[in-house]
Every structure is written in C-alpha cells, then in structure tokens.
C-alpha cells in the first residue's frame, strides 16, 4: 500500500515505484497511507459511535448496570496496555524493521516473535482471568450485588487479552512490512458484530428506560449478549489480519527460542517499556477508582424526589470515545505512518529528516484536531444526545465531552512527540515524562475526589484535559534536548492561527445549533437521537466550511500539503 522504508519491497502495492524520499512528510506515499489508514479508522469509529448509542439504549450512560459493564470491559484492554501494549505498540516496530533488511526478510525473527508473543499472551489471559475477583475488586468501589456482577462481566471480557495483544503484534508487523490498511479496518468487523448482538439485546431484553435494568434482576442470557458479544467482536478482529499476515509471503512457521534473532535486545527495550505503560496505564485505574466513587453515589440521588442523575464512569467513558475521535482517525493514523520514517531517519542518523517530519507531522494533525476540538465544542449538546436515553443524561454527556475537548488537540500532539522516542529506541526518557505525568495526574485524581459526587467525573474530566496540556510541555522539553529544536515556533505560530480559524467555525456551529434549540430544554435537538444527526450533519456542513474559508483567509497552507499529493492520485495525466 506504500513504501515501508525498506529494501524488501521495491514497488507500491498499485505498482508505482517506491523511490519517493520517505523521510519527506509531504511524500504522496505517506498521504496515501495515511488516507487508507485514516478511512478504515474512520468507519470503526463511526460504527463505534453506533455501538455506544445502542450500548446507551441497552444498559443507559447513567444507569444501575452501565458503570458496571464498562468497568469489566475496560479491564482487559488496559490491563494489555500496562503489561505488554507498550511493547508491541512502540517497540517492535523498529525492530521489524531492522530485521526486514535481513535476506530472508526477517522471517525468522517475526516467527520467534509470534512464538513468544502468543505464549506469553496466552499465560498472562489466564493468570489475569482466574484473579478477576481480586482485580474488581481493587480497582473499584463496587460492593455487594454490584460487585458481583461487575465481576461477572470480567470473567467474559479478561479473555480479551489474548486478542488484544495477537492484533496488536500481528498490526505492527504488517505496518512494518508497508501494510497499513488491515490493522486500521478490522476494527470494523468488532463493531459489526458488536452491534449486532446489542440490537438482539435491545430486541430480546429491552432498553434501559423501558426496563431500568438492575444487578438484582440481571440474567445469563443478558450477560452472554452484552459480554459475550463483546468479546467475540475481539476474538474476530485479530483473526482478520491472519489473511493479510500470510500474504506476505514470509513463509512464517512456530519458532521457539531468541538467541541470534535480535529479540534479547528487544527485551531490554521492553522491560522499560513495560514500566512506563505500568505507570501510565497505572494512572488510569486511579482515575477509574475515584470515578466508581460516584457511581456508587448514585442510587442514593436517583431514589431522591425528583430523581437526580448524576455523571458516572460510563460518562467519562462515552465522553472519552468521542473526544478522541479527531485524533483515532487522523492524528493516529498519520503518526503510524511516519513512525515508519521516524525509525529510518534515526537509523540513519538523519537528525535533519527527523526534525522535519516531526514538525510537518505536529503541524498537519493540528489541521485535524483543532478543527475536531471546536466541532466537539459547538456540538457537545447534539452528541451527548447520541449516548443517552435521556434529554438529563445527554446533558451530562455533553458537558463532559465540552470539558474534554479543550484538551484534544494536546492529546494528538502529545502521542506524535511520544514516538519519536521509541523511533530512536529511547525507552528510558519516555519513562522520565510519565513518571512526572503520573504523579500530576495522581495529584489532579485525589483532587477530584474530595469533591461533591455530582461533580466527580466531571473534575476528571478537567483533570484529562489539564494533563494533556502538561504532557506536551514537558514533553517538548525533553525531546528539544535529544534532538534539538525542531520548529515549535513554527508550529506554535500555525496552531494559532488554527485556533483563531476554530473559534470563528466553532461560533457558525454554534449558531446553528442553537437555530434548532440546542439551548433550550425543549428544543428540536434534545427531542430525539435523530434530531440530533440532522444538527450534526447541518453543523458540521456550516462548520467546515466556514473553518475552510479562515485556513485560507489565515493562509494556513498545511491541509494542501497533506491532500495534495493524495487528490494528484486522481487527477487525469496529460491532456
């Protein structure tokens, strides 16, 4: 699909040559790749919006049992992430790289690779799986029938390690070997059939507001739905990318032992890794504990007169997901991409290639996500209503998702100076910056904590978009020490003027919106999830346009670099 920035392809996969220079981030092969990325990306998320808004029509954003299902589904993903994530997200993919150089294209290395990834994988599942009531039971404040469900619900979903894992370490060796495509795409298939268990719940079960779902009254078949249909979605998305694996020809077979493969030294890598995501990751569960604090306050302000709905985890969850939509489908998908050519630059030890495609990349994502952060902005309402069943748990998700969009673009740029670390097999200071993020992070938890439990999650909320904020100072620190400055000015002189671009699309959408009644209880949008799409679709029409007319008012020139080589894909040769 595009140059990997190896020896061992020569060609494109449409066959065009493979000699555009990859250290130059304007190269139509990374706009290709990344467009392909970012399309696949693009449509799981869109499906995932579907499968949260009929996870919300299924269980609720603020009932009894959604905090419960979200807490055991988290789990297995962040437990990946702590023990082995950090590894095969950033680590292998330098290593692949250097072994695809080798003559038998670094078969022989990606065959002990697996080898070992899946045993350890499969030992850490079932260690992880048989301790899912100590785990629950540490990482929450659930007790009694809540407690025991939520550790039901992890006894379906810890099983997910497994398969986040083999996707994960199958995704990077194909995105080292120049097939971006597959990893970005099977994500799709999760959420298809992800959705279409939930629509046989909300057939067989009923909705939340219609039943008011309780841990009490809770059964097998609920569970084998919900949980069940949740992993399997898992299960197949890394079964999917065996058909691209064994496209690549490399003649891949079980293969025992690391001596002579280069895997020792990718094991010192990882152990500091590991520590890092431990820490990282660590942070996460903290913040997931203060959250279930309100959750566990919450029958006591619904059995109020009236009834008070207050934001829970699965908010801050729903919340989550939306907010970092800007940087899945475009700040991800490119950062991967030029990960590739991060890797070869630093093994050339081309310092100039390294800080160009740094800057150029900082500067294109902020396109994206200073755009995303002022949609999220204008249109918190009409999304909130998207994950609710009610018009009072739509407003609770639209302020959270208004406070977490502040931090978005920081978050994007945050991950992109992150990799250039890793490219240059840099564990150690990674591991410096999350310590410091992880205290600050801490600190900005138990903060939270202290406070009114109707405004818990949302102070998380504040504490997310704070740390993303720190998370790139401190980052650009210490990365201006390793490599030297790179352009921040530059970059610190066209995100201004993307912001001042956002303000004026963030006002046009917010005039319509509320055109439609997005600030009156009764209005047109509150009414309905429909309502909701058409605000959206309207909005988001009126906004881009009007963000397009101030980038170039503003004489930001970073969209075309991005998409122009990849439109000249489709424009006609000669006359």
């Not at 619900?153 to 990077?172: H, K, N, S, T």
């Not at 097998?220 to 992993?231: E, H, I, K, P, S």
Request: glycine share 10%.
């Amino acid at each position: 699909m595009s140059d990997t920035n190896t020896s061992s392809i020569p060609l494109q996969d449409d066959g065009s040559p493979a000699n555009e220079d990859p250290s130059d981030p304007r190269s139509g092969s990374t706009a290709r790749s990344s467009a392909i990325m970012a399309a696949g990306t693009l449509v799981s998320r869109v499906l995932g919006l579907v499968r949260v808004a009929l996870l919300a029509t299924a269980i609720g954003a603020a009932g009894q049992v959604s905090d419960l299902f979200v807490s055991a589904n988290n789990l297995p993903n962040f437990l990946y992430l702590m023990l082995a994530g950090g590894v095969f997200n950033a680590v292998l993919v330098p290593q692949i790289i250097r072994a695809s150089r080798l003559p038998d294209r670094g078969a022989d290395f990606v065959s002990r690779l697996l080898t070992l990834a899946a045993a350890a994988l499969l030992v850490l599942t079932v260690v992880v799986t048989l301790a899912a009531p100590l785990i629950v039971d540490v990482t929450t404040r659930f007790t009694g029938a809540n407690l025991a469900l939520a550790t039901t619900f992890a006894f379906w979903c810890l099983p997910q390690i497994f398969f986040y894992g083999m996707y994960a370490v199958i995704g990077q060796i194909l995105n080292a070997n120049g097939s971006f495509g597959p990893y970005m795409w099977a994500p799709v298939v999760n959420n298809i059939v992800s959705i279409a268990f939930l629509i046989v719940f909300i057939t067989l079960m009923g909705t939340e507001q219609a039943e008011r779902h309780r841990p009490e009254t809770w059964t097998v078949d609920q569970t084998l739905l919900l949980a069940g249909g949740t992993t399997l979605g898992i299960v197949i998305q890394a079964l999917v990318l065996l058909i691209p694996l064994k496209r690549l020809n490399l003649g891949l077979r079980p293969r025992f032992g690391i001596r002579g493969t280069g895997l020792g030294r990718t094991g010192k890598l990882a152990s500091v890794t590991i520590v890092t995501m431990l820490i990282g990751n660590g942070l996460y569960l903290v913040n997931q504990f203060v959250a279930t604090m309100a959750s566990n306050a919450r029958p006591r302000f619904l059995a109020q007169d009236p009834p008070v709905e207050i934001a829970g985890l699965a908010n801050l969850e729903f919340g989550s997901m939306v907010y970092q939509l800007p940087h899945a489908v475009i700040a991800l998908s490119l950062a991967t991409v030029m990960f590739n050519q991060l890797s070869s630059a630093h093994a050339d030890n081309d310092l100039v290639a390294v800080r160009a495609t740094l800057s150029q990349g900082l500067r294109i994502i902020g396109v994206a996500t200073v755009f995303g952060a002022a949609a999220l902005l204008a249109f918190a309402g009409p999304l909130g209503v998207l994950f609710s069943e009610s018009p009072s748990s739509a407003a609770i998700n639209g302020v959270i998702i208004a406070i977490l969009a502040v931090g978005a673009p920081f978050l994007s740029a945050n991950f992109f100076l992150s990799r250039v670390f890793y490219a240059a097999e840099d564990v150690r200071t990674p591991l410096r910056i999350q310590l410091i993020l992880s205290v600050v992070g801490v600190v900005l938890a138990l903060i939270a904590s202290t406070f009114d439990p109707r405004l818990i999650v949302p102070m998380l909320a504040v504490a997310y978009s704070v740390g993303n904020v720190i998370a790139v100072v401190i980052s650009h620190v210490f990365l201006t020490r390793a490599i030297g400055p790179y352009g921040a000015g530059h970059v610190f002189d066209v995100h201004v003027r993307l912001a001042v671009a956002g303000i004026v699309a963030a006002a046009a959408g917010t005039a319509v919106c509320w055109v439609f009644g997005g600030y009156d209880a009764a209005g047109f949008v509150w009414q309905s999830k429909l309502n909701a799409v058409v605000v959206l679709a309207l909005g988001g029409t009126v906004m881009g346009a009007a963000y397009l007319a101030m980038l170039k008012l503003l004489r930001v020139t970073e969209l075309t670099d991005f998409v122009g080589p990849l439109l000249g894909r489709f424009r006609p040769s000669g006359g």
